[in-house]
């Protein structure tokens, strides 16, 4: 098993994205969390606007629900659009968010280090949220410049090594799962801190933008709803799958209060020379 569950890919194949309702979940409970930062998925969108105002081919690596595919689709009205992941669940999550794209919209249930696309065949792609699911992003990159054509972009999004630090705190104090902060971090192959650089193995950097996110969680309740989906914690796996039984457990060891925590998201936005 690899270190981190991110990069385990038993795990990325399967139980962590089989479904899009543990995606739908996570995301849901840390939106309704968030109390600082802008939405990724339109800033993401203006940035490549940005950068690659026209594009005609257009390809969305790690896709998943499909939240900046829909977006993209928002500001390139006439581009080819391209749905790329390695989970078709998602990727049907993500077509059933498009239907009036569907003529556009190609779906690809494909592993990103091996990209069934033509050299030079794209303008513009998107890396959000995906890259550190690789213990080889480097080879992801260069893939992704392979597809590009001369003076194509690439927009990179990422989260620091030390997002959610202190939900690890709180789990290890409540005693569940004593070695929670100490653990790796699920975003180490490609973070904050190293996202720039391995970019540059195979792009030129253009622009690369750090906004720190902040996220309230009201109670233990809300708390667990967000926990029960992160694959990092070895907690019973009674508890795994039961948010209100994980929010029981917890209020029996720690105090019920609001709970914050914080993410620096990183984009980095890339062009092949």
């Known amino acids: 098993m690899s270190a981190s569950p991110f990069t385990d890919p038993a795990l990325v194949h399967g139980a962590l994205y089989a479904q899009p309702d543990r995606l739908a979940q996570r995301t849901g409970a840390l939106h309704a969390a968030k109390i600082r930062g802008s939405d990724a998925a339109d800033t993401i969108a203006d940035l490549a606007v940005r950068h690659q105002l026209r594009a005609a081919t257009l390809v969305d690596i790690g896709c998943g629900r499909g939240a900046t595919t829909v977006r993209l689709a928002h500001r390139y009205r006439t581009a080819r659009l391209l749905a790329v992941d390695r989970s078709p669940a998602l990727l049907g999550a993500t077509a059933a968010r498009l239907p009036d794209d569907r003529h556009r919209l190609l779906i690809l249930t494909v592993d990103f280090h091996h990209l069934p696309l033509r050299a030079n065949s794209v303008d513009l792609a998107i890396a959000a949220f995906c890259l550190y699911h690789s213990e080889r992003p480097a080879e992801v990159l260069a893939e992704i410049r392979r597809c590009l054509v001369p003076g194509g972009r690439a927009v990179m999004v990422t989260k620091s090594a030390d997002s959610y630090r202190d939900m690890d705190k709180a789990v290890a104090a409540s005693g569940l799962d ?96």
């Open 178 to 273: 004593p070695d929670a902060d100490t653990r790796p971090s699920l975003y180490a192959a490609f973070h904050s801190g190293n996202a720039a650089a391995i970019t540059a193995t195979a792009l030129s950097v253009e622009q690369v933008l750090h906004e720190e996110h902040a996220f309230r969680f009201q109670n233990l309740d809300h708390l667990a709803a967000y926990l029960v989906t992160s694959p990092k914690y070895h907690v019973p796996p009674h508890l795994t799958v039961n948010p209100d039984a994980l929010a029981a457990e917890l209020r029996r060891r720690l105090p019920d209060t609001p709970a914050t925590t914080t993410s620096t998201i990183t984009y980095v936005v890339a062009r092949r020379p």
